[in-house]
């Protein structure tokens, strides 16, 4: 697989959307506040990628490695991550409302305080995982159950 330059990457990221990336390989790239949202990244190779602050949104990551990859605060609302591997990967902060996170490896992932509302985690590896602080309401867990938030009290909110 070739490299490519920084201005090929610019000039790509800088097209009109949705971006096929498809197996493109992003591993151990900066891409700081990088626009990849609505783009198609299955199976691409975004491991021990700095994604800061990317907007991921509606992004399709079906199979996409990324693991160790950092995406502190990141936007990957309604994205597709079924069967992606995100181990030990920083998802510190990270908006992941109504994500597709079914049978992803989460194994050693930080999540803490992440915001996994209505996110379907069916099935997902959460061994290791840290979700201090982690927001999981009306989330689908991995055992199929549905995650209901309660009130101090024991009050179903």
């Not at 610019?10 to 591993?27: A, E, H, Q, T």
Request: glycine share 4%; proline share 2%.
């Amino acid at each position: 697989m070739s490299t490519l330059t920084n201005f090929q990457i610019y000039d790509l990221l800088n097209r009109p959307r949705p971006l096929w990336l498809v197996k493109i390989d992003f591993s151990e790239l900066t891409l700081y506040w990088a626009d990849l949202s609505n783009c198609m990244l299955n199976l691409a190779n975004l491991s021990r990628a700095d994604l800061n602050w990317a907007n991921l949104a509606n992004a399709d990551l079906r199979g996409a490695d990324l693991s160790m990859a950092n995406l502190f605060e990141a936007h990957l609302e309604r994205a597709n991550l079924n069967e992606a591997n995100l181990s030990r990967a920083n998802l510190t902060r990270a908006d992941l409302v109504a994500a597709n996170l079914s049978h992803a490896d989460l194994s050693g992932a930080d999540l803490q305080f992440a915001d996994l509302s209505e996110a379907n985690l069916n099935g997902a590896n959460l061994s290791d995982a840290n979700l201090e602080g982690a927001v999981l309401t009306n989330a689908i867990m991995p055992d199929g159950s549905q995650y209901l938030a309660t009130k101090a009290g024991g009050e179903e909110a």
